[in-house]
């Protein structure tokens, strides 16, 4: 069974750095494509990142150059680092597998693990 | 960048009753590149379409999709009270490029 869990979330002030991590189990992440993708309180979803089993990176422009996307392949866990964190991050972050044979669309989800940027 | 709406805003239907809710493309997507999601109160989205028509594992044939080019259509028919959710659709694009409608809340009477 096919299995993301997200730890990481928490209280952080404007400007600090958070790392989520997403474990998996039920496949190997080093097959896979694994994307972020996040829901500020009360709105709809929004795309954050995706690597691919390769190792490429891509990045929505409103993270580009703050977050990094990785994974730790040993571990099979995906990790979000994310740095000079703004309001406007504050937000559950989700986990979400993408197929590798189709790389349109996420077909398994975490639970999610909530970001508060707060001072 | 491909902004995609949904519409109805919201829809409020009775059991029984068939839901048909729209998402229409800023440009045109491909129809293997766009899926369906359902999002209940307090839990993480869930997969119910692919490639625009294909539903994914686990979902019931109440759920169809259809539509291509830059109008699509989730439908499901004979509602439930289980199928009381925030609906979403999402497009892959170039980039590569992930966005996500602003989602179509469906109340169950």
């Known amino acids: 069974e096919v299995q993301l869990v997200e730890t990481g979330g928490g209280l952080i002030q404007p400007g600090g750095s958070l790392r989520l991590s997403c474990a998996a189990s039920?496949?190997?992440?080093?097959?896979?494509?694994l994307s972020w993708v996040r829901q500020a309180p009360g709105t709809g979803l929004e795309w954050v990142s995706v690597?691919?089993?390769?190792?490429?990176?891509y990045y929505a422009d409103s993270v580009r150059g703050r977050f990094t996307i990785s994974r730790d392949d040993s571990k099979n866990t995906l990790y979000l680092q994310m740095n000079s964190l703004r309001a406007d991050d504050a937000a559950v972050y989700y986990c979400?597998?993408?197929?590798?044979?189709?790389?349109?669309?996420?077909?398994?989800w975490g639970q999610g693990t909530l970001v508060t940027v707060s001072s | 960048e491909i902004v995609l709406t949904q519409s109805p805003g919201t829809l409020s239907l009775s059991p029984g009753e068939r839901a048909t809710l729209s998402c229409r493309a800023s440009?045109?997507?491909?129809?293997?590149?766009l899926a369906w999601y359902q999002q209940k109160r307090g839990q993480a989205p869930r997969l119910l379409i692919f490639?625009?028509?294909s539903r994914a594992t686990g979902i019931p044939d109440r759920f169809s999709g259809s539509g291509s080019g830059t109008d699509f259509t989730l439908t499901i028919s004979r509602l439930e009270p289980e199928d009381s959710a925030v609906y979403y659709c999402?497009?892959?694009?170039?980039?590569?490029?992930?966005?996500f409608g602003q989602g179509t809340k469906l109340e169950i009477k």
């Open positions: 690597i691919y089993s390769g190792g490429s990176a």
């Open positions: 979400a597998r993408v197929p590798s044979t189709n790389p349109g669309y996420f077909d398994s």
């Open positions: 490639g625009a028509s």
């Open positions: 039920g496949f190997s992440v080093s097959s896979n494509y």
């Open positions: 440009q045109s997507v491909s129809s293997s590149y």
């Open positions: 999402q497009q892959y694009g170039n980039s590569p490029r992930y966005s």
